[in-house]
Nanobody, 120 residues
Framework: QVQLVESGGGLVQAGGSLRLSCAAS????????MAWYHQAPGKQRELVAS???????NYSDSVKDRFTIARDNANNTVYLQMNSLKSEDTAVYFC??????????????WGQGTQVTVSS
């Protein structure tokens, strides 16, 4: 089965940087989209950044000009470079992907999440 595994979370001071990684594995025919979401305590999960198979990128307003999403197609991996981190960025970050594991089948997959904590 398809699996997404995140890494790179941790504790960082305000103004610092982290790089998150998410690797997809399993029977993958095509990856249509990969994205990062985050969820803070007591709040809804929300989109941070996404990238499609044709290279279209979107960012939330709160991370625009601070975060960068990138994709490594050869390794089915997506990255999120987070710079100038703020305490408001503290959340669990989830990898999301829209994948076809077989012909004529398309589904959305989620990773387990990785904690990012920004101290002020």
């Amino acid at each position: 089965q398809v699996q997404l595994v995140e890494s790179g979370g941790g504790l960082v001071q305000a103004g610092g940087s982290l790089r998150l990684s998410c690797a997809a594995s399993g029977p993958i025919v095509s990856i249509h989209l990969m994205a990062w979401y985050h969820q803070a305590p007591g709040k809804q999960r929300e989109l941070v950044a996404s990238i499609t198979n044709d290279g279209t990128i979107n960012y939330s307003d709160s991370v625009k000009d601070r975060f960068t999403i990138a994709r490594d197609n050869a390794n089915n991996t997506v990255y999120l470079q987070m710079n100038s981190l703020k305490s408001e960025d503290t959340a669990v970050y989830f990898c999301n992907a829209d994948i076809s594991p077989y012909w004529y089948l398309r589904a959305t997959y989620w990773g387990q999440g990785t904690q990012v904590t920004v101290s002020s």
